[in-house]
């Protein structure tokens, strides 16, 4: 990543960074959807950098496996031909919770996030029962806010359970709307002094599942230092790409920027302001 001191590039186009990398690491809610309405001139540009040869991974803190998200991005209009590959939260959530197959879980989330349990002997128990929790999302992220779980949490906690968290994002915009995820809540759970596990963004398991499908699709290792991570959120994006040694492009979206404010070397600098990264560009919208 660049030096915290230094102006970043803002960019009107992405098509000036086409040589410097091989692989684009794409966030999908916030960059390539807004939960509503697709990102046009986003995916047109995933297309045109695997045209010129690059390699697409969109990767998402979705907490279901990634069939469904890509039904999903069909359904939304997506063109397949804007990536090669689709690496959910869920999907190397999976693995974690491979460990509690046939003992009593408890899962925290809506029925549309069941797919995760496909196929793993997963034992489902009420809050009395469970010996581990499983965190996919509030039960209903358009009344509900993490305040409304403390109680809920504090049983858990006279058990010292243990929660799985699929989803480490905190808010993402729904159109206009912003609603909390289960990051959130994971959050609000080790505050009262629980035990999370993360698979994530922004987390390393997630970026090494990436690196290795890089790899799959490309037929060799690629460097760190030739893979891209696009996003809009600081703490899973961002924090995710420095921590995995790779440089980022920053796409602010309304869970940082409210009111339509323009993106300026101002708020950048109010946004990384005491971090010890910065991305190496930013951009309005994932353009090319």
Known sequence: MTQAKEDVPILRSAY???????????????????????HGEAVEACAEFRKSGGTVVFITNAPRPAPPIMQHLDGLGVDRASYDVVITSGDVTRRLIKAWSGRPIFHLGPERDLPIFTGLGVHF???????????????????????????LFARFLERSLPMICANPDIMVERGADLCYCAGAL????REMGGSVDYAGKPHPPIYEVCRDKIAEVRGCDVPRSRILAIGDSLKTDMIGAAGAGLDALFVPSGIHVEGGRALDQGLIDELFNGHPFRPVAAIAGLTW
Do not use: K, M, S
């Not at 000036?16 to 697709?38: E, K, M, P, S, T």
């Not at 999302?137 to 409304?148: A, K, M, R, S, Y």
């Not at 994971?186 to 759970?189: K, T």
């Open 16 to 38: 000036a960074l086409r040589d410097q990398y091989d692989a684009w690491l794409c966030d999908v809610w916030g960059v390539i959807h807004n939960g509503r309405d697709v």
């Open 125 to 151: 128990a009420d809050e009395a029962t469970a010996e581990v929790i499983v965190n996919t999302g509030l039960f209903d992220d358009t009344t509900e806010t993490p305040d409304d779980y403390r109680e």
């Open 186 to 189: 994971a959050e609000l759970y």
